[in-house]
Nanobody, 123 residues
């Protein structure tokens, strides 16, 4: 399982960096994605990174504010979150993508979900 960490309570406009490990490249996964789930809402795609080429993908709601990156030496994928908004409040999860590229935003194409880390953004 991939474990997300680094969540916390911050104010609107602040930054936070989440970590996901172990997130190394294997023969059975194509990359890593971040999802989030707010209370009473469905889990939604946030960002993903593919091992091949390092291509990144973002939800429109976070594009320009969040950055996904990887550190191969540390087997860790990061989610840098800037200009946080109260609507970013959620439990953030990371998981391994095992599907084709067209499923990069689909939660069911991922596996290895950990417990997640809570991010709370106060106004």
């Amino acid at each position: 399982q991939l474990q997300a960490s680094g969540g916390g309570l911050v104010q609107a406009g602040d930054s936070l960096r989440l970590s996901c490990a172990p997130a190394g490249r294997t023969s059975s996964n194509n990359g890593v994605g971040w999802f989030r789930q707010a209370p009473g809402k469905e889990r939604e795609f946030v960002a993903a990174i593919r091992w091949s080429g390092g291509y990144t993908y973002y939800a429109d709601s976070v594009k320009g504010r969040f950055t996904i990156s990887r550190d191969n030496a540390k087997n860790t994928v990061y989610l840098q979150m800037n200009s946080l908004k109260p609507e970013d409040t959620a439990v953030y999860y990371c998981a391994a993508h095992r599907g084709i590229l067209s499923t990069i935003r689909v939660a069911t194409s991922y596996s290895g979900w950990g417990q997640g880390t809570l991010v709370t953004v106060s106004s």
